[in-house]
């Protein structure tokens, strides 16, 4: 039997993380003149170390435990304070152009993960319709 | 869904930036205002930016994520209005001067390119994000 629960793999997780990563990174951007606030990003890696151990594929039989509780996690534990390359004496650490080469690039990805699942469901579908 | 906070966000930085473009506009336009007095003379309005939580979680501390801005305050600048020797002009004291506003125009200026700039940033910000959720929604199409 086909394992619905797997069936995008990462891709699904991959998908809120990066909307949540979006959310961080337009609030970053939103900041950028405010004095004091601190840039902060999600930590792609450690979130992805942590998503991959709970993945079905790992183990297919506890599938049912994959998205529990790890979405409230998303934006909390794993954001961390970027470092400023040059700091401003208001201190603020955003910088508008990091800032928005990680929107962009996070854009990119959501859209690369996005096309992932579309393109599992046309194959799903396609599998279907034949005969 | 976090995408939509993203609205909420960049809205709350386009209203900030829009009202900082506002007190730039009205210190540009009193830049040669006068006055007979000291205390009467213009002075440069600034506004103040504070991080604020946004969106439907704003109560709850539990979604730091959703930081917006919004203005805190205009605060006037307390740097001493400019007094200069203006005899022909009707608000001149009996000694024959005016005050002048105590604007910067370069400053001024500067300001106002930066508003505009982050302004943009928040538009790009928020188009993307539409266009992103507008593609999650035509997902497996």
Redesign the interface.
């Known amino acids: 039997m086909l394992p619905l629960d797997s069936l995008f793999g990462v891709h699904e997780r991959a998908l809120l993380l990066r909307g949540e990563r979006t959310a961080v990174l337009a609030a970053n951007l939103a900041n950028a003149d405010t004095p004091g606030y601190k840039a902060r990003d999600i930590n792609f890696a450690s979130v992805l170390a942590g998503e991959q151990a709970n993945l079905p594929m790992a183990a297919p039989n506890s599938g049912q435990a994959v998205g529990t509780a790890a979405g409230s996690e998303l934006g909390g534990s794993n954001l961390q304070y970027r470092v400023p390359y040059q700091a401003s004496t208001d201190g603020n650490t955003v910088e508008a152009q990091v800032e928005q080469a990680a929107f962009a690039e996070n854009t990119v990805r959501y859209q690369a993960s996005l096309m992932f699942i579309t393109r599992q469901v046309q194959a799903l579908e396609a599998a279907l319709a034949s005969p | 869904?976090?995408?939509f906070?993203?609205f909420d966000?960049?809205g709350?930085?386009m209203n900030?930036?829009s009202m900082?473009l506002n007190v730039t506009a009205s210190n540009l336009a009193n830049a040669d205002a006068v006055s007979t007095t000291a205390a009467g003379a213009y002075r440069a309005r600034h506004p103040?930016?504070?991080?604020a939580m946004v969106g439907a979680n704003a109560a709850s501390a539990?979604?730091?994520?959703?930081?917006?801005?919004r203005v805190l305050d205009v605060v006037q600048s307390d740097t001493t209005p400019v007094r200069r020797h203006d005899p022909g002009n009707p608000l001149a004291d009996a000694e024959g001067y005016v005050w002048g506003s105590n604007v910067n125009p370069v400053e001024e200026m500067a300001n106002m390119i930066?508003?505009s700039?982050?302004y943009q940033?928040?538009v790009?910000?928020m188009t993307?994000?539409r266009d992103?959720l507008l593609?999650?929604l035509a997902?497996?199409?």
């Open positions: 869904m976090s995408l906070n993203v966000v960049a709350s930085a900030a930036q900082r103040v930016f504070q991080t539990e979604e730091p994520a959703a930081a917006g801005v930066s508003a700039r982050s940033g928040s790009e910000v993307t994000s992103l593609k999650t997902m497996g199409r």
